[in-house]
């Protein structure tokens, strides 16, 4: 676990999954959390279980693809904190599994726009927020598919691809301002959207086969490292894009 307490934490897409492994992890190390995900319910439910052991929580929701929604959700999270010192940016969609010339141009948009572009307004309102706290640190969560080709899912890659470049420039841009700016890149998570997504077909077992560490990620690991790159223990560690995915990368 590592040692975040004193800070204050905003996570999206945190109502389940990776994101809500990373709340839990970030209130495990001592953080306040901003706990933030499109659907109100499930950002309130990890929200309480943060609450329930002990820690400090807020939920809300926020639409990373509005402007607006996410200015305000920044916004609402200094309000009641008094500042941010970590931003993990995790919230996105998956896409149909077809080729290029088979996805419609509508579909190919609102996967970079979510993404892509949802990414980049977060950061947009995050940065000036860790710049008024003297430093910071932010995690985007990309993909393996931001690393190499995913088959069949080429406007998921290009986002994952974008996200992992946007972290490097932004990463140099605002280190004079003590600020970190790395990626996470799991491979196949044990989600309970890649559960339902490979209930009654082999794809564990196909992609466990292809893994050299014989198994699929967890959420919690997933989490861990986001929550690492946070902290001290990765003062000097920026512009990365940190593969999570059981050696599959080597």
Known sequence: MSDVSRRVALVTGAGSG??????????????????LDIDESTAAGTAEMIRNAGG????????????????AAVERTVTAYGGLDCAVNNAGVASHHRQLDRMTLDEFERVVRVNLAGTFLCMKYELPALQS??????????????????????AYVAAKHGIVGLTKVAAVDYAPDGIRVNA??????RTPGFEKVAAGTDMVAT????????????PQEAAAAAVWLCSDAASYVTGIALSVDGGRRA
Not at 56 to 71: F, K
Request: include cysteine; proline fraction near 7%; hydrophobic fraction near 45%.
């Open 18 to 35: 990776i994101g809500r492994a990373t709340a839990l992890e970030f209130a495990r190390g001592g953080a306040a959390v901003a706990v």
């Open 56 to 71: 400090q929580a807020l939920s809300g929701t926020v639409d990373i693809a509005d402007e607006r929604s996410v200015r």
């Open 133 to 154: 706290r003297g430093g910071g640190a932010i995690v985007n969560i990309a993909s393996n598919g931001g690393l190499y080709a995913i088959p069949h899912a080429p």
């Open 184 to 189: 996470v890149c799991p491979g196949p998570t």
């Open 207 to 218: 992609q466990e086969a292809i893994t050299p560490l014989g198994r699929l990620a967890t």
